[in-house]
Each structure stands twice: as structure tokens, then as C-alpha cells.
């Protein structure tokens, strides 16, 4: 099993949109999926349609009193699993190096389920995105072509560095990408020279994507040929390189 996570140190940036878009990719590529929504507030689980769950499932879970096949639910995506529930909540009971542990617990037993885990992480550092971070294949980090965010993007660089969180693999890209914007057309033509993992798929901004939000569905099932769902796959086409999933492969046993 393969791990993608969709993490930046800041909110409004498009993790949570690009989750389920790029798993929905992932599942119609013929990966079985499962998208793990690690946000207390279970926004990937909502876009795909699911009603927030009750949050006593992931500490029965953490516990061991709940089998986690039992919280794991399908989509309306065909070969897309969602897992609702963040860990976050668990924090002031596990101590950092208990997250890393529990987060390898829980996810082990999925790889004989699964092809491919989506991690939709939720902002901030705290325990559990460092050990998702550690653990994931690939972290694609959605910015907005702003100063502001490339300067929160370095200091994700320097912390990682300064924690010694050298396993991280990230892959930058761009989101939200308005070309009527001076500053967006500058960031788009300069960064791929700066930023060797930039991927080349651009996200355009596009009123598609806030069309998630009454649909509940990922573009792919209704916008599919949209500048932005084709953003998606070509982007889907980069990650699956990346986490050497291009090869045709056996369904999981
Ligand atoms: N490419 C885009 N074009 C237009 N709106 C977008 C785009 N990406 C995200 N949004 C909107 O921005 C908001 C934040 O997106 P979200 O994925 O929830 O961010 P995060 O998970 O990083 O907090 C949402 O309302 C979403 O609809
Ligand atoms: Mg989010």
C-alpha cells in the first residue's frame, strides 16, 4: 500500500479538495482507495457525501475497542473508501512518539485492503501530521501563488530540517491559480527553476470546485472534462509516478 498526504502548515489552501479529487482519481484508475480524513471536522467525508460521524469511533478505535474496518465507509466513488475521524483529538492522551505507534497500528492492517491511503491532513503541526508526514510516500503541498504562502512553505522546509524530519518527501504545487493575477502569472513562470519537486499540474481557480460543496462529489463525477478536473489528472498522472503506482497491478489479496 501506497500513501499519499495532502498537508500544508495552513488552511484555505485546497488539501481537502484536492484529497478527494486526486483519490477519486486514484479509485477510477482502478487503485482501491481509502481517503483517511484526519480533520476533526470530517470535510473530505462531507464533500464525498457522508454525515459527520459521531467522534467516539476514533477513540474506541485509538483504544482498541473498534475494529476499523467498522468506521470505514464507501463512497459514491466505485473502489474510493472513507475513513472520517481525526486523531487530533487524541493528542493530549498520546504523547508524540504514542501518535507514530498508533498511527502505524491503525494503518498496517489497510495495506492488505487497500492499494492506495489519502491522508487529509488539517493544518498546523501538531503530533499526528508529523507522523503522517513521516510515514507517507509522497506529500503534496498545496499553495496559493502568494508571497505569504511561499514563506509558510519555507518554514515547513526549516522545521522538518530542524526536527530532522528528513524522510519527508514533499512535493509542492499550485492551487487556487488566477492568470488574471500579475503576481500568480510571475510565481507560475519563476518557482518551477526554484522549487525542484514543484509539480507541473497548475489548479486553476474555478467556480467548479466551489461547486463540490452542493454537489458532494468529487469533479470527476460531474465536471469531468473542466480546465480544473484535467488539472486533477494530470496531477494524479505526476503523484502515481511518484508513489510508483504507474504499473498495472493485481487487485490486493
Ligand atoms: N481551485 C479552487 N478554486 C476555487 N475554490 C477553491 C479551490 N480550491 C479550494 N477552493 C475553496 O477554498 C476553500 C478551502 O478549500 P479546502 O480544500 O477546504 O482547504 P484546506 O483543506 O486546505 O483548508 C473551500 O471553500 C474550497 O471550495
Ligand atoms: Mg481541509
Given amino acids: 500500500m501506497r500513501t ?10 485546497g488539501k ?4 478527494v479529487n486526486l483519490a477519486a482519481l486514484a479509485a477510477r484508475a482502478g487503485f482501491k482507495t481509502l481517503l483517511w480524513d484526519l480533520d476533526p471536522q470530517g470535510s473530505a467525508a462531507w464533500y464525498l457525501g457522508l454525515d459527520r460521524e459521531a467522534t467516539g469511533g476514533m477513540k474506541r478505535l485509538a483504544r482498541g475497542r473498534t475494529p476499523i474496518g467498522e468506521l470505514i465507509r464507501h463512497s459514491p466513488v466505485p473502489g474510493l473508501d472513507v475513513l472520517a475521524g481525526g486523531l487530533s483529538s487524541l493528542h493530549l492522551e498520546t504523547a508524540q512518539a504514542g501518535q507514530h505507534a498508533l498511527l502505524t497500528q491503525l494503518a498496517d492492517p489497510l495495506a492488505e485492503d487497500y492499494h492506495l491511503l489519502v491522508y487529509d491532513c488539517p493544518a498546523g503541526l501538531q503530533a499526528v ?3 503522517v508526514l513521516e510515514r507517507a510516500d ?3 503541498v498545496p499553495m496559493i501563488p502568494t508571497s505569504l504562502s511561499l514563506n509558510t512553505y519555507e518554514l515547513l522546509v526549516h522545521y522538518l530540517a530542524k526536527h530532522k524530519l528528513t524522510r519527508v518527501k514533499l512535493y509542492p504545487f499550485l492551487s487556487q491559480v488566477d492568470r488574471r ?8 513562470e519563476t518557482l518551477p527553476s526554484r522549487m525542484h519537486t514543484l509539480l507541473r499540474a497548475r489548479i486553476p481557480y474555478a467556480s467548479v470546485v466551489e461547486q463540490m460543496g452542493p454537489k458532494r462529489l468529487p469533479l470527476a463525477l460531474f465536471a469531468p ?25 493485481a487487485p490486493p489479496t
Wanted: net charge positive; with cysteine.
Fill in 16 to 19: 481537502t479538495v484536492s484529497a
Fill in 4 to 13: 499519499l498526504a495532502l498537508y500544508n502548515l495552513k488552511g484555505g489552501v
Fill in 225 to 249: 472534462h473542466s480546465p480544473a478536473a484535467l488539472a486533477y489528472a494530470e496531477m494524479w498522472a505526476e503523484l502515481s509516478t511518484r508513489l510508483k503506482l504507474e504499473a498495472p497491478i
Fill in 138 to 140: 509522497v506529500v503534496a
Fill in 181 to 188: 493575477r500579475g503576481l500568480h502569472r510571475t510565481l507560475c
Fill in 129 to 131: 501530521n508529523e507522523a
